[in-house]
T-cell receptor, first 112, second 113 residues
Framework: NAGVIQTPRHKVTGKGQEATLWCEPISGHSAVFWYRQTIVQGLEFLTYFRNQAPIDDSGMPKERFSAQMPNQSHSTLKIQSTQPQDSAVYLC??????????FGPGTRLTVL | GDSVTQKQGQVTLSEDDFLFINCTYSTTTYPTLFWYVQYPGQGPQLLLKVTTANNKGISRGFEATYDKGTTSFHLQKASVQESDSAVYFCASPRAGGADRLTFGKGTQLIIQP
């Protein structure tokens, strides 16, 4: 069991550029969650999928953030026109039953 | 308001000291509660869960007990080691059983050798 895989581990973008973050959930897990972690705000929920269907995106900033899960083996989080305030660690978690969640190592996004 | 509240931002102990980290929950919180631990450069790891069915979770020497009277599920460990240095988060699913987790602000545990 390789655990949740997130790539890249670190990403640096210039202001206004696009960033795409990848997540490979644990095989057999039906739910995938995205969170964002900053020093100031802590861990914040963004969005989640169950059986590839979007269930709740209430934590997503509407204008520039989008998430997809095209198949059961990966999900992507895309941020268009990145801003310095988007700098954070983006965490993906998967769950077999939507209660116990298992996190990946995160992608540290730095927007210059 | 928050579903879970951690008031201690940092706790500093020596090896073999007793650990007690506060966490309180809202009365509308779904009755399964979690403790996660995060080491530098890693994502949070599930440490233990507590349900109303068993009222207590135990893992790796850590223990948390569900206390409805005080709406708390504090984390305890009898004797900490330097390797326990990390950030500890309590978390609960959103009220009503929805699946997203709400996390406390985290407590950084520093163990001095």
């Amino acid at each position: 069991n390789a655990g949740v895989i997130q790539t890249p581990r670190h990403k640096v973008t210039g202001k206004g550029q696009e960033a795409t973050l990848w997540c490979e959930p644990i095989s057999g897990h039906s739910a995938v969650f995205w969170y964002r972690q900053t020093i100031v705000q802590g861990l914040e929920f963004l969005t989640y999928f169950r059986n590839q269907a979007p269930i709740d995106d209430s934590g997503m900033p509407k204008e520039r953030f989008s998430a997809q899960m095209p198949n059961q083996s990966h999900s992507t989080l895309k941020i268009q026109s990145t801003q310095p305030q988007d700098s954070a660690v983006y965490l993906c978690a998967s769950s077999p039953d939507s209660l116990e969640q298992y996190f990946g190592p995160g992608t540290r996004l730095t927007v210059l | 308001g928050d579903s879970v509240t951690q008031k201690q931002g940092q706790v500093t102990l020596s090896e073999d000291d007793f650990l007690f980290i506060n966490c309180t929950y809202s009365t509308t919180t779904y009755p399964t509660l979690f403790w996660y631990v995060q080491y530098p450069g890693q994502g949070p790891q599930l440490l233990l869960k507590v349900t109303t069915a068993n009222n207590k979770g135990i893992s790796r020497g850590f223990e948390a007990t569900y206390d409805k009277g005080t709406t708390s599920f504090h984390l305890q460990k009898a004797s900490v080691q330097e390797s326990d240095s990390a950030v500890y988060f309590c978390a609960s699913p959103r009220a009503g059983g929805a699946d997203r987790l709400t996390f406390g602000k985290g407590t950084q545990l520093i163990i001095q050798p």
